[in-house]
Antibody, heavy 122, light 109 residues
Framework: EVQLVESGGGLIQPGGSLRLSCAAS????????MSWVRQAPGKGLEWVSG????????FYADSVKGRFTISRDNSKNSLYLRINSLRAEDAALYYC???????????????WGQGALVTVSS | EIVLTQSPGTLSLSPGERATLSCRAS???????LAWYQQKPGQAPRLLIY???IRATGIPDRFSGSGSGTDFTLTISRLEPEDFAVYYC??????????FGPGTKVDIK
């Protein structure tokens, strides 16, 4: 059974930093790209960042570029998101998602964690 | 940047009725890049459809996807009580890499 378990969320002051983690199990982690998707309270889904199987390629939404850093440790089956210079608009539930590809060009998220809540307040 | 628009914003229907949800892209997209998700309150999204029309593992056949170019549709043939939720379409492209629509809420009439 595929499981994705996020941790590291909390209440952070504006301008602060934190690192989210995602522990993966139930699949060969090193064979799949991974992503982070966030959802502000009462709002829709927003893709934030993605990373290739080896970590050699990383991708970011313009809204977080330069402030967020995605990384992974395949030896630990873990995905990370470092968030710096937190803003009020970064407050959201951050989901870790397994990025799958079908037939070479159909990309989607087939498994999601339950999310880590990031609250930004002074 | 491709923008996805979903309509209607809210769809009020009764169990047993047919639901038709629309996702429109601001420019033509590859059918293979279009996916649909279901999200219930307090839960993570769940993949329903990928490649515009391929049901994900374990998804009942009352869910179907269709469309091409800029217009895509998710159809629920007969609504079950557990189908009342928010539905999002998602597109994979260039920049940003993934885009989600704003969602359609299907609620009980």
């Amino acid at each position: 059974e595929v499981q994705l378990v996020e941790s590291g969320g909390g209440l952070i002051q504006p301008g602060g930093s934190l690192r989210l983690s995602c522990a993966a199990s139930g699949f060969t982690f090193s064979k799949y790209a991974m992503s982070w998707v966030r959802q502000a309270p009462g709002k829709g889904l927003e893709w934030v960042s993605g990373i290739s199987t080896t970590g050699g390629s990383t991708f970011y939404a313009d809204s977080v570029k330069g402030r967020f850093t995605i990384s992974r440790d395949n030896s630990k089956n873990s995905l990370y998101l470092r968030i710096n210079s937190l803003r009020a608009e970064d407050a959201a539930l951050y989901y870790c998602a397994k990025w799958s590809r079908y037939d070479g060009n159909s990309d989607f998220f087939d498994y999601w964690g339950q999310g880590a809540l990031v609250t930004v307040s002074s | 940047e491709i923008v996805l628009t979903q309509s209607p914003g809210t769809l009020s229907l009764s169990p047993g009725e047919r639901a038709t949800l629309s996702c429109r892209a601001s420019q033509s997209v590859s059918s293979s890049s279009l996916a649909w998700y279901q999200q219930k309150p307090g839960q993570a999204p769940r993949l329903l459809i990928y490649g515009a029309s391929i049901r994900a593992t374990g998804i009942p056949d009352r869910f179907s996807g269709s469309g091409s170019g800029t217009d895509f549709t998710l159809t629920i043939s007969r609504l079950e009580p557990e189908d009342f939720a928010v539905y999002y379409c998602q597109q994979y492209g260039s920049s940003p890499l993934f885009t989600f629509g704003p969602g359609t809420k299907v609620d009980i009439k």
